[in-house]
């Protein structure tokens, strides 16, 4: 072999493995467009009105499938919208997929449950917000984020991954 033909095969060698970058990119891509697509179906999946009256006093897992998807799209929409960008964070330590653990979905629907009952003054009293924050928001996040929670597993290079995968 000459050295041009050196060259010819180790650039052929590149471009195979270019090729299979390009192609785990194409995946990676069509994976984040498809969990965007299932995400918007279910914050959609309740009719508006009741997406705007107050979430069930029922715990989430005792509900029927209907009314778990309109509970779900609350959820997503509450954690999403105001319990991440107030109390999380951009943090490397929360599942972007949270939705998909069972444990996760059972805690913060109990947690936004609490939330609309203790950050209600009236009825809860002036120390109902700090209330919520000692005895539910603390416990939860801490729970969720520990080194044997729901999410340890999709942390890692891989990225998301439920339990027993």
Not at 63 to 69: A, G, H, N, V
Not at 89 to 111: F, I, K, N, Q
Request: charged fraction near 20%; aromatic fraction near 8%.
């Amino acid at each position: 072999m000459t050295h041009t033909d050196n060259r010819v095969a180790a650039d052929s060698g590149l471009t195979d493995r270019v090729s299979l970058l390009q192609n785990a990119m194409h995946k990676l891509g069509a994976d984040v467009i498809r969990l965007q697509t299932q995400l918007t179906e279910i914050a959609t999946a309740a009719p508006p009105a009741a997406q705007e009256r107050p979430p069930t006093a029922q715990f989430i897992f005792n509900l029927s499938r209907e009314d778990y998807r309109g509970e779900l799209a609350a959820l997503v929409s509450w954690v999403n919208d105001f319990l991440i960008p107030v109390y999380a964070g951009p943090s490397p330590d929360w599942c972007p997929t949270w939705w998909e653990h069972h444990e996760a979905v059972g805690r913060l629907h109990a947690l936004r449950l609490s939330y609309l009952e203790l950050t209600d003054t009236a009825v809860a009293g002036p120390s109902g917000p700090g209330q919520w924050h000692r005895d539910h928001l603390d416990p939860v996040l801490e729970r969720l984020r520990a080194a044997n929670g729901p999410f340890t597993r999709c942390l890692g290079p891989t990225g998301h991954r439920a339990r027993g995968a």
